[in-house]
C-alpha cells in the first residue's frame, strides 16, 4: 500500500448506492457500514455516502459529482445480468468512454460457467467502460471494475467483500483512525452539550459527538471521540470523563 507523504491531505471517498431495492425499504444496506469500517481501517475518511435509483440520468450525475470531490467512490449495485443493471453503462457516461464486451471479463466468466450457460443475460456481466481495470471477485468471478478515481462493486454483500479485499490494498493509505467511547449514562445531553462543544474546540484533530440510545433502562448516552492522534485523543477522553465525574458529582449533591 501507498504511503501518503508527510503532511499530506487524508485520502477522502464516498460510497455510492445503487439500486430500486434500496429506496423501496425491501433490501437493507449494509454494504456502507461494511466499507466505513474497512475505509477507516486503512485512514481514508469516508466523507459521504449516497443512495440513487436505477436510472442512468441519476446514476451519471452522482458519479460525476462526488469523484471531482472526492479522493475515490465506492460503487455497489447495479451490475448483475438483468435489464436494470445499469451501472456499468452510467459510469461510462459518466466518463464519456465506450462500453462493450470485454474479454479479459469474458474469460473470468467462463471460469464459472459452460458456453451453454454463458447466455446473453450473464455476458451482460461482462460489458466494461473501456480502459478500466477490472476489479476481481473471488465468489462469482463476475468482475467490477475501477475507472478513474471510481470504483464499481457489486451489490450482493459477501461478493462486495470480496471485491473490497481486492482494492483495498490499492488504496492510499493513511494513520488509522482511532475511536474511543465514553460512556455518559443517564446524564442527559443537555447537562453536558455545551461543555463537550467547548471540549471538541480545545482539541484539535479530534472529533466528538454524543450518541443517545435507547434501551430498557431508559435512555443511555455514549460520547465518542475519533482522531488519529493518539495523544490528542486520549487527552480529549480525559476531558470527557473529567465533565461527566463532575456533572455525576453535583447530581450525588443535589
Given at each position: 500500500m501507498e504511503d501518503p507523504k508527510k503532511g499530506e491531505a487524508p485520502a477522502t471517498a464516498a460510497v455510492l448506492?445503487?439500486?430500486?431495492?434500496?429506496?423501496?425499504?425491501?433490501?437493507?444496506d449494509v454494504n456502507t457500514r461494511y466499507i466505513a469500517n474497512y475505509l477507516g481501517e486503512i485512514g481514508v475518511d469516508l466523507k459521504e455516502a449516497r443512495v440513487v435509483s436505477d436510472d442512468e440520468a441519476a446514476i451519471v450525475a452522482a458519479v460525476n459529482e462526488l469523484r471531482a470531490r472526492y479522493t475515490y467512490v465506492l460503487t455497489t449495485g447495479g451490475i448483475g445480468p438483468t435489464h436494470d443493471d445499469i451501472t456499468a453503462d452510467a459510469v461510462a457516461k459518466a466518463f464519456g468512454v465506450e462500453i462493450g464486451e470485454d474479454p479479459r471479463a469474458i474469460s473470468l466468466l467462463r471460469e464459472r460457467f459452460s458456453e451453454e450457460e454463458l447466455n446473453p443475460a450473464r455476458r451482460r456481466m461482462a460489458r466494461i467502460p473501456k480502459g478500466a481495470e477490472l476489479v476481481l471477485n473471488a465468489i462469482s468471478k463476475a468482475p467490477g471494475f475501477w475507472i478513474g478515481n471510481v470504483i464499481v462493486m457489486a451489490g450482493v454483500p459477501v461478493i462486495m467483500q470480496a471485491m473490497m479485499d481486492t482494492v483495498g490494498p490499492?488504496?492510499?493509505?493513511?494513520?488509522?483512525?482511532?475511536?474511543?467511547?465514553?460512556?455518559?449514562?443517564?446524564?442527559?445531553?443537555?447537562?453536558?452539550?455545551?461543555?463537550l462543544e467547548e471540549i471538541a474546540r480545545g482539541r484539535q484533530g479530534v472529533s466528538v459527538g454524543s450518541y443517545p440510545s435507547f434501551t430498557s433502562a431508559g435512555v443511555r448516552?455514549?460520547?465518542?471521540?475519533?482522531?488519529?492522534?493518539?495523544?490528542?485523543?486520549?487527552?480529549?477522553?480525559?476531558?470527557?470523563?473529567?465533565l461527566l465525574a463532575e456533572l455525576a458529582d453535583q447530581d450525588g449533591r443535589r
Open positions: 448506492v445503487i439500486g430500486d431495492e434500496i429506496l423501496s425499504g425491501r433490501t437493507q490499492q488504496l492510499k493509505s493513511g494513520a488509522r483512525i482511532l475511536v474511543e467511547t465514553v460512556a455518559a449514562g443517564a446524564i442527559p445531553e443537555g447537562s453536558y452539550a455545551a461543555r448516552n455514549q460520547i465518542v471521540l475519533r482522531s488519529r492522534d493518539k495523544d490528542a485523543l486520549a487527552q480529549a477522553a480525559e476531558d470527557v470523563r473529567r
